[in-house]
């Protein structure tokens, strides 16, 4: 049983460069995350995703565009990054029914340099 | 806004002590409080989730308690072992956020042989 696996984990990137962070989750989930880590500013959410077909922005949307291709696959994409890009990105997958929210199930994290 | 504090940022203790991480959350409607374990350059892992219903849930060595009303958890860990030295973090999912969790920067423990 793999979980949430991710995509690459480790990219360097030039300023300006895009790019894409793929992930997959093998628990049949209906609700999938993006988070971004940094030190002294902890987890942000980016975007999640309630169900196939539908996404919303977290609280550090700008700059990424997500597409929730089916109920498995929940991808990041930097169109232009920029230095202010360099991160460890989290992918996040749980169960969710109404107000019931499950465990949050992480990858291991995909690990970004932008010069 | 919610906001999650844990105090302190960092623990250093000696193995075999008990201990208490602190958890605090600004507003207490919450659906559920989760804590998170992360080993350097990993992932979260899930550790415990506690209904907003629940008082506490136990695994093993791990006691975690949930006061809703004053806006607080807490992380009880005994008999600490080496193995535990990682960072640990709480997050709640607020009744207005959907399935949003909001995250502490965490605590770092470290437990020394």
């Known amino acids: 049983n793999a979980g949430v696996t991710q995509t690459p984990k480790f990219q360097v990137l030039k300023t300006g460069q895009s790019m894409t962070l793929q992930c997959a989750q093998d628990?049949?989930?209906?609700?999938m995350y993006w988070y971004r880590q940094d030190p002294g500013m902890g987890l942000r959410l980016i975007y999640y995703s309630a169900s196939e077909g539908t996404t919303d922005k977290g609280e550090v949307p700008n700059g990424y565009n997500v597409s929730r291709l089916n109920k498995r696959e929940f991808s990041l994409r930097l169109e232009s990054a920029a230095p202010s890009q360099t991160s460890v990105y989290f992918c996040?997958?749980?169960?969710?029914?109404?107000?019931?929210?499950?465990?949050?199930?992480f990858g291991e994290g995909s690990r970004l340099t932008v010069l | 806004k919610q906001e999650v504090t844990q105090i302190p940022a960092a623990l250093s203790v000696p193995e075999g002590e008990n201990l208490v991480l602190n958890c605090s959350f600004t507003?207490?409607?919450?659906?559920?409080l989760q804590w998170f374990r992360q080993d350097p350059g990993k992932g979260l892992t899930s550790l415990l989730l506690i209904q907003s219903s629940q008082r506490e849930q136990t695994s093993g060595r791990l006691n975690a308690s949930l006061d809703k009303s004053s806006g607080r958890s807490t992380l009880y860990i005994a008999a600490s072992q080496p193995g535990d030295s990682a960072t640990y973090l709480c997050a709640v999912v607020g009744e207005t956020s959907g399935s949003r969790l909001t995250f502490g920067e965490g605590t770092q423990l470290t437990v020394n042989p």
């Open positions: 507003d207490s409607a919450i659906y559920n």
């Open positions: 996040a997958s749980s169960l969710t029914s109404g107000s019931y929210t499950g465990e949050l199930f």
């Open positions: 628990m049949n989930h209906n609700s």
